[in-house]
């Protein structure tokens, strides 16, 4: 469940090459920034603006005034970019996205219309389409003792190797307000999170976590 096939519809993001060969999403984490300057010279010069040496964005993205975006970067097409949003770099944003008032993107990759609207921190993480992040929820990137990510389910668990994972949020997962991801949490497809959660470990598809001892099925 924790495989970028189990967990990703690659037709749905412009950085699909850069899942190619790669069995765990968080592998990608350290190939971003490379990605980018790999896949942007190569982008249709009539449909994107190249406003900096290392960031590209698709002239139909809107980007409110007060927004700050830092390279590397991409943006595809029909994305909006809210006031006061900061974008740090080394992200992939999608198509038909939304970057909202006072949101932080740092190492990450939005595959299509992922929203991000409100006050929300995303770093080291990936995001699936169609996945929401309601107001105030984050990924946090780094455990407090600064030990390497582990990720833990009930069966096994999975070493990445990595100081700085956020969280893999598959297809259609809803995070609901004020949530925290801790470092290496992997939301299945089509998952709902309750307001006000504290998420960690491995929510299998198609579940809702109320709290880490009530997590439920769906259907």
């Known amino acids: 469940m924790y495989t970028i096939k189990d967990m990703y519809d690659l037709n749905e993001t412009i950085a699909a090459e850069l899942f190619k060969d790669k069995k765990y999403p968080w592998e990608v984490l350290g190939e ?3 990605f980018i300057m790999k896949l942007g010279p190569s982008l249709p010069k009539d449909e994107f603006d190249h406003p900096a040496e290392d960031i590209w964005i698709h002239k139909s993205v809107t980007i409110a005034k007060t927004a700050t975006l830092n390279g590397p970067l991409i943006i595809d097409a029909d994305t909006e970019v809210r006031p006061g949003a900061f974008i740090r770099g080394k992200a992939i944003v999608g198509k038909k996205c939304v970057v909202g008032n006072s949101t932080e993107l740092k190492n990450v990759v939005l595959f299509n219309v992922v929203q991000v609207p409100h006050y929300n921190y995303v770093g080291d993480s990936i995001l699936g389409t169609h996945s929401h ?8 990137n780094v455990k407090s003792d600064k030990t390497l990510v582990i990720v833990k389910d009930d069966n096994e668990e999975i070493p990445t190797g990595l100081k700085k994972f956020g969280a893999m949020l598959a297809d259609y997962v809803e995070v609901g307000c004020n949530s925290v991801l801790n470092p290496g949490t992997v939301i299945g497809r089509n998952c709902n999170i309750y307001p006000l959660s504290s998420v960690r470990g491995v929510i299998p598809q198609g579940h809702i976590f109320k709290d880490a001892k009530n997590i439920v099925e769906k259907y």
């Open 32 to 34: 971003i920034s490379d």
């Open 133 to 140: 992040m309601g107001a105030g929820s984050i990924t946090s």
